[in-house]
């Protein structure tokens, strides 16, 4: 039984890690008032550089750092569009995930004459659990970070009053890049924990909403670092389970419906926006392109 | 003689329009320079261009005796104008409600922690050192005797103390010129003589201090120098002891000011339109017992600081259904109980409303104006039948009030966002007055409107009268009150604390009442 | 006057031309893969169009992204987003075939017609419940809609695996509908299932028209997005008309069961949809929220569909996959037309200046 708790542990921080990377950078970004839906493109693109760069150069820290690269590339690419050209976020954020998964099938077609998945990669070549202490490392100095830095202080004012940060003398546009670059940095290293940490290949589209789910949790935990760390755990709990459940009889004679636990993230954050389960509110600037008159 | 402040014949136009055209102007050093002028007079856009908001086309701006900006030497940005020390507060005050008052003050200026100095990273990654920005802010409030606690997020304060935290802001970049634009539009009398106080304080430890108004006494009575925007260009400059409210009054609008008008004999009175009894709003006391009435044939004005209760009142006029739950009282409108009638009822039933705050509660701006008419009239014959829109019966009757109320442009396809004040009023107007009100509730029917537009919309308020409505008019003009009301009821914390009729009071009384000043 | 003309024809040039941008920048990536762009663009022409069946591949392909572009559009106009046409599509096709698999003795023609009423019922149902969390619970549509797609998904998953699967086969899919609920294909296409769902469509976005822009319900749905205050001060019931809206739009997104499941398929198949709904919100933004503007962006959107499905036989190295870029490219440029907005009126006021 213990051993089952322990392991029930285990997986679910396993599992919770690429989440948080993502839900923490998509709170840096949607802190500093640009939404950022293109987190799933962004983290889908980061799985597929780090399995190709570890298959080419057998290193995985060697693939988390060109996922990492590959993040910023494209969450300056995000940037450029939204922040510049003000282009509307949720669209511009829906073309990038477009794009992604077609580029890294695309690319995975070219390079591996496959567009389902990467060759996989042997074991030596994987992350074991580094990027669960790293994810845990990046929550606790984002909440330090956020609370005790002038920088974090420009982030949470360009999303709840960009003027008053423009009038203190502050590039909000500036402020804003670095949030959402740091978003795509965080959101890269979340794809490469995915795929070189949890899996051992990159799989088409293998993100499969957890960039959404990492929204999610960042919304049920208010857009502040430790409570949204918390509600990625609660969802990786419920992930861990729902793995652990398949095919499991519960009660009466039908397993447990596997659906109903994968819809669980959703619907507490749909009950969580909607004041049943404590309340929730958005930076005030969210989704506003800011215009140096 | 040193100035402090400079320009020389600066210029700025927008689309082809020139809000500013040789705008030349000095002031002196350790003063309050006050400049005024009517909406739309260029005050705001030069002060905006010594802020570094805006770039001029052309001309200079001195500062301190040194060329700081102009078309040689541009501002790029407010960061440059405040390492020049100069410091601006908007009429929006810049303070973002949800954090706290030390935070909103050292924004931009941060004090690092001594222990993180020599650490390799930069400075923005650093921890900030908040005990000793609270130490500093300490001594400059006990300086200038402007106290205020720290710790609370701002949105919990006052107007008057946001106020405070906007002027302890520059004081705490060391800024030797305050800018203050309409400081004074949303401010108690009380908080205003309080700011006053305040102001001269700095003066004397040596400010100079720019202050955009509006309001002539508040210049006569601040102010040591004055100079008079008009239509982009400066129309005059006087030291205060050589002038006075009339003078600068004449200034400001280029002719004799006569917009007191006194209005025919009292009509007949009729029935009662709208009737109040015993009405209190909520927990908060938003609302304390108004009782109030106003009949067929008369005006009944109310006054009062904005802020005090009147557009909890106005809110709650046309939309008592949101209201069910927390009112107590009667209301009557039109002779029928209002809590059993919908916003569409009330429309429909012959009440007109001039909102408040045209652009968020009348118009639709994106769309042709034409549209921004038939809003609230569109359920009405001839506008639809059976659910379907009649655009002939638009176009007829778009034409019709062009003509009536000289609407320019004059066609009903132009944006609705790109006319100016008074013709989107004009507008309003032309929509509410379709079907003749038996009660016309207008607020602030002239807020933001030119000086010929003003006449004209006085004038239609007070033939509506004549016709037999009952209008409630809400304002906090004291002028506008004053001519148009039969009655004066003055509004103060929710609470009617004055009645008067035409005649009995004076603009001292109101403004008197208005601050909440018992019987004198 | 001039003036007038100038940018009415702006307003028609600019959509082509970021179309056309993104198009050359989406086909430039296939030199990537060693290919020639203009090949590749060759063929994805003469793949969409080249014959009748092409041709009628790509009406197919349209036919759900009008319904998801009015869908987006319909709620736009209420000044709502609409990201959750996914999930309310995929309610909708699963009502359509549960109806048709559930109800077989239903009599010809009234069969498809209460499979195609379901499908919209279902579809506003689930565009609804955004709606109403919006205007009583004050809680954003954006994120429920997105939300919303992900349990839709969980719950049709659920429902065809256990309540009407198709006991025959491995995949994930409802059992077929009986025979009097398919409708009618057009001969013209040959092969290509062009069913009678496409005239539905423009029926449908005729009465979008009339509907927003001629009845007085219409009329509100518009001032409510223009100007929630302004609408309630002339006693209009926004919260009404916000969930009507959502509801609208949610049985817009709905009908794209009838093509999918009374017109091809049959039956529902888990994950059918192509990303429709997200496809729909760049048909909306393309064709300027207006329906002959989408009628015309769903058919460049079902084209490159359908152009990109050759490819896998025809070239080398690019697969269908392209056709995601090609989208994300077309959609990057279309959002950003604001830039050339400014540009053009840094145009007219150096003209201004010299006139």
Redesign the interface.
């Given at each position: 039984m213990d051993d089952s708790i322990l392991q029930m542990i285990n997986s679910t921080l396993r599992v919770s890690t690429p989440l948080l990377f993502a839900a923490i950078g998509g709170m840096i970004s949607e802190r500093s008032g640009v939404i950022n839906i293109a987190l799933e493109g962004i983290m889908l693109c980061g799985a597929f550089t780090a399995a190709a760069v570890s298959l080419a150069t057998q290193s995985a820290p060697a693939g988390a750092a060109a996922a990492v690269l590959c993040g910023l590339l494209v969450a300056a690419a995000y940037a450029f569009f939204v922040i510049e050209i003000r282009a509307d976020q949720i669209v511009a954020g829906i073309a990038v995930n477009m794009f992604a998964a077609g580029a890294t099938a695309f690319l995975c077609k070219i390079l591996y004459q496959s567009s389902t998945s990467t060759p996989s990669l042997a074991l030596e070549y994987r992350f074991q659990s580094a990027p669960v202490w790293m994810a845990g490392g990046v929550v606790i100095l984002a909440w330090a970070w956020m609370k005790y830095s002038p920088l974090g202080l420009w982030v949470r004012f360009a999303g709840e009053h960009p003027e008053a940060l423009d009038s203190a003398g502050i590039g909000v546009k500036r402020v804003r890049w670095f949030a959402v670059l740091l978003s795509g940095v965080l959101s890269g290293m979340a794809g490469a924990s995915l795929s070189i940490f949890l899996a051992s290949s990159f799989t088409r589209n293998m993100t499969s909403g957890r960039g959404f789910m990492a929204l999610a949790a960042m919304i049920f935990g208010k857009w502040k670092p430790i409570p949204a760390a918390l509600a990625c755990l609660f969802f990786g709990f419920s992930d861990a389970l729902q793995i652990r459940l398949q095919g499991v009889v519960l009660w009466g004679s039908e397993p447990v419906p596997v659906q109903f636990i994968q819809i669980l993230p959703y619907l507490v954050t749909i009950l969580v926006l909607a004041g049943v389960v404590g309340q929730s509110r958005a930076p005030k600037a969210l989704g506003l392109p800011f215009r140096s008159s | 003689m040193s100035f402090a402040v400079e320009f020389k014949a600066l210029t700025k136009t927008f689309n082809g329009v020139a809000a500013n055209a040789g705008i030349s102007l000095k002031v002196k050093k350790g003063s309050i320079h006050a400049i005024v002028g009517e909406n739309g007079a260029g005050k705001s856009t030069a002060m905006k261009m010594l802020y570094g908001t805006y770039q001029p086309d052309s001309g200079e701006i001195w500062v301190d005796g040194k060329l700081w900006g102009g078309r040689s030497k541009p501002w790029s940005s407010p960061s440059d104008a405040i390492h020049c020390g100069i410091g601006m507060v908007h009429q929006h005050f810049m303070l973002a409600g949800t954090h706290t008052v030390l935070d909103n003050i050292l924004l931009g200026v941060e004090p690092i922690r001594k222990e993180w100095k020599y650490l390799p990273i930069p400075n923005f990654l650093k921890g900030i050192d908040r005990t000793r920005a609270a130490k500093r802010l300490k001594e400059i409030s006990q300086q200038y005797g402007m106290a205020v606690d720290l710790k609370p997020s701002v949105e919990t304060l006052s107007v008057g103390l946001q106020q405070r935290i906007e002027i302890l802001k520059l004081l705490y970049r060391e800024a030797s010129i305050l800018i203050l634009d309409e400081p004074t539009a949303v401010l108690t009398p009380q908080e205003t003589s309080e700011l006053f106080l305040h102001l001269r304080k700095l003066r004397d430890e040596g400010k100079t201090i720019l202050i955009i108004t509006h309001k002539l006494k508040e210049v006569t009575s601040l102010a040591d120098r004055v100079t008079v925007f008009r239509g982009g260009r400066v129309v005059g400059e006087r030291e205060i002891q050589e002038t006075n409210e009339e003078d600068l009054a004449t200034l400001m609008v280029g002719r004799k000011v006569n917009l007191h008008r006194e209005p025919p004999p009292l009509p007949a009175l009729r029935k009662p339109v709208l009737t109040l009894k015993n009405v209190s709003l909520g927990t908060v006391r938003k609302l304390r017992n108004l009782n109030l009435q106003v009949r067929g044939g008369e005006i009944v004005g109310i006054s009062g600081v904005e802020g005090n209760g009147q557009s909890e009142l106005l809110d709650l006029l046309i939309h008592p259904q949101h209201y069910s739950k927390i009112l107590s009282g009667e209301i009557e409108i039109l002779g029928r109980p209002s809590n059993a009638l919908t916003t569409r009822e009330i429309k429909s039933s012959g009440v007109g409303v001039i909102p408040e705050d045209r652009h968020k509660e009348g118009l639709l701006l994106d769309r042709p104006v034409r549209e921004s008419f038939l809003l609230g009239l569109h359920r009405n014959a001839p506008f639809s039948r059976r659910g379907i829109v009649s655009e002939e019966a638009i176009d007829k009757n778009a034409k019709k009030a062009i003509r009536e109320y000289d609407i320019r442009p004059a066609h009903a396809y132009a944006r609705c966002g790109a006319l100016s004040g008074g013709n989107q009023q004009k507008w309003i107007i032309a929509r509410e007055f379709h079907q003749t009100p038996e009660l016309l509730i207008a607020a602030q029917p002239t807020r933001g409107v030119d000086v010929g537009a003003i006449e004209f919309i006085h004038q239609k308020i007070i033939d509506a009268r004549m016709a037999g409505s009952g209008v409630l008019l809400v304002s906090s003009e004291l002028d506008e009150i004053l001519d148009l009301s039969d009655r004066i009821l003055v509004f103060y914390e929710g609470e009617i604390v004055g009645e008067f009729n035409r005649g009995e009071a004076s603009e001292k009384v109101l403004g008197l009442r208005m601050g909440g000043a018992a019987d004198l | 006057m001039r003036l007038l003309r100038r940018v009415q024809i702006g307003q028609v040039l600019k959509p082509v031309f970021s179309v056309a941008l993104g198009l050359t920048l989406g086909l430039l990536?296939t030199k990537?893969?060693g290919e020639d762009p203009w090949h590749v663009f060759k063929i994805l022409v003469n793949s969409a169009f080249g014959s009748r069946y092409d041709l009628g591949m790509t009406l197919v392909y349209a036919t759900p992204l009008i319904f998801t572009g009015l869908s987006v559009a319909f709620a736009f106009h209420a000044g709502l987003?609409n990201?959750g046409a996914e999930g309310q599509l995929a309610m909708g096709a699963f009502a359509a075939a549960a109806i048709g698999y559930r109800l077989q003795n239903l009599p010809p023609y009234i069969a498809p017609l209460v499979a195609t009423l379901g499908a919209a019922l279902a579809g506003g149902i689930w565009g609804g419940i955004p709606g109403w969390?919006r205007a009583k619970?004050?809680?954003?549509e954006?994120?429920?809609t997105?939300?919303?797609n992900?349990?839709a998904?969980?719950?049709c998953?659920?429902a065809t695996i256990?309540l009407i699967p198709n006991l025959d086969s491995q995949n994930p899919e409802t059992g077929a509908v009986g025979a009097n609920f398919m409708i009618p294909h057009f001969a013209f296409f040959g092969e290509a299932p062009v069913s009678f769902a496409l005239p539905l469509a423009l029926l449908v976005a005729f009465g979008f028209w009339f509907f927003l822009?001629?009845?007085?319900?219409?009329?509100?749905v518009?001032?409510v997005g223009?100007?929630e205050?302004?609408?309630?001060?002339?006693?209009?019931?926004a919260s009404k008309v916000r969930i009507l809206s959502l509801f609208v739009a949610g049985a817009l997104a709905g009908l794209v069961g009838v093509g999918e499941v009374l017109g091809t398929a049959g039956r529902f198949k888990l994950g059918f949809s192509p990303?429709y709904g997200?496809i729909g919100?760049?048909v909306a933004?393309l064709g300027r929220n207006r329906p002959i503007g989408i009628v015309l962006a769903a058919l460049l959107f079902g084209a490159l569909h359908k152009g990109t499905s050759d490819l896998d036989l025809e070239t080398e190295?690019?697969?269908r996959?392209?056709?995601?870029?090609?989208?994300?490219?077309v959609?990057?440029c279309v959002?950003?037309e604001?830039?050339w907005d400014l540009f053009l009126k840094r145009g007219r006021?150096k003209e201004?200046?010299n006139g």
């Open positions: - | - | 990536v990537i893969a987003f990201i969390l619970r004050g809680s954003h954006v994120i429920n997105i939300m919303l992900f349990v998904a969980g719950c998953g659920w256990y822009w001629r009845t007085v319900t219409g009329f509100e518009r001032a223009q100007n205050s302004a609408a309630r001060a002339a006693g209009i019931d990303g997200f919100i760049a933004l190295n690019v697969t996959d392209i056709s995601l870029i090609l989208q994300a490219a959609i990057l959002s950003s604001g830039v006021k201004a200046k």
